[in-house]
């Protein structure tokens, strides 16, 4: 199964920044999920990242605000845009049925 | 549409037996997994069943009724470690995860 990395683990951002959360797979993989979960939430998927073509959004979530890159197939980037103190959240990567360690996000 | 239930919490005493039911409603089936999540940390992989049956794996066994669409993870010998929340999801048919609200199982010494 992969095995997934994510960094940053954590960041304290001001309000108005954009910060680019990483996200590495030890194998080649076709699907990439982002997902955010808030405290005491369940998680909610922010978009599906195939390589070669542009993400895939779920309702609520739009590219402008959640920018994803999708360079090969181990390797996948989502930017927090404009970030508002309602961003802060655990951010997720998931491959493969398994998930990062996540990225937390305080916005002050 | 598609739907997964299973319960907000559960509260059980440390070397008991719980079980956490998860029941769901898909346009298709791909499988059941359950994972596990303790609070500020990521889920991780428990379980994936596909068919009918019980599937043990040491101290935790899932179960899958697809008639029923019905799942249930059964832990025995509770430990204080195994506080947590599990959560029941299935892929839909793009194989994306749908996921349950998870249920909040708290173990008393």
């Known amino acids: 199964s992969a095995v997934i990395s994510q960094k940053p683990s954590r960041d304290i951002c001001q309000r108005g920044t954009s910060l680019t959360i990483q996200c590495q797979v030890d194998?080649?993989?076709?699907?990439m999920f982002w997902y955010r979960q808030q405290p005491g939430q369940s998680l909610t998927l922010i978009a599906t990242?195939?390589?070669?073509?542009?993400?895939?959004?779920e309702s609520g979530f739009v590219i402008d605000k959640f920018p994803i890159s999708r360079p090969n197939l181990t390797f996948s980037t989502l930017t927090v845009s404009n970030m508002s103190p309602e961003d802060s959240s655990i951010y997720l990567c998931?491959?493969?049925?398994?998930f990062g360690p996540g990225t937390r996000l305080l916005v002050l | 549409g598609q739907n997964i239930d299973q319960p907000t919490e559960m509260t059980a005493t440390e070397g008991a037996i719980v079980q956490i039911n998860c029941t769901y409603q898909?346009?298709?089936?791909?499988?059941l997994f359950w994972y596990q999540q303790h609070a500020g940390e990521a889920p991780t992989f428990l379980s994936y069943?596909?068919l009918d049956g019980l599937e043990e794996k040491g101290r935790f066994s899932s179960f899958l009724s697809r008639s029923k669409g019905y799942s249930y993870l059964l832990l025995k010998e509770l430990q204080m470690k195994d506080s947590a929340s599990y959560l029941c999801?299935?892929?839909?048919?793009?194989?994306?995860?749908?996921w349950g609200a998870g249920t909040k199982l708290i173990i008393k010494p």
């Open positions: 898909t346009s298709g089936f791909n499988g």
């Open positions: 990242a195939n390589q070669g073509s542009e993400a895939t959004y």
């Open positions: 998931s491959a493969e049925g398994n």
């Open positions: 999801a299935v892929p839909d048919s793009n194989y994306q995860l749908i």
């Open positions: 194998s080649q993989v076709t699907m």
């Open positions: 069943n596909v």
